[in-house]
């Protein structure tokens, strides 16, 4: 069984996301709802970490996070002024 499997039948599919919202996702979002526990918040940051990993390994992805780290260590976005 692969991490994603194990994933899936962790954290199932959390309803219907809408129009407005959807935008705003990877199209790998693991979107869930399910009662907290410290076993379910481990498998989650778990989940997120390995997304986290591959989604950085993306050339688009490397390109976002280093203008990201450029934008944020100038003045104007350290003091909140864009």
Do not use: C
Request: glycine residues 4%; hydrophobic residues 35%.
């Amino acid at each position: 069984m692969t991490d994603l499997e194990i994933y899936l039948q962790t954290f199932p599919w959390g309803g219907k996301l809408t129009g407005e919202s959807i935008k705003f996702f990877s199209p790998l979002v693991m979107w869930t709802r399910f009662s907290s526990s410290k076993e379910k918040h481990k498998a989650l940051f778990s989940a997120f970490l390995e997304y986290y990993q591959v989604y950085t390994q993306r050339p688009k992805a490397k390109v976002l996070l280093e203008t990201l780290t450029e934008n944020l260590s100038s003045s104007s976005y350290r003091h909140g002024l864009r």
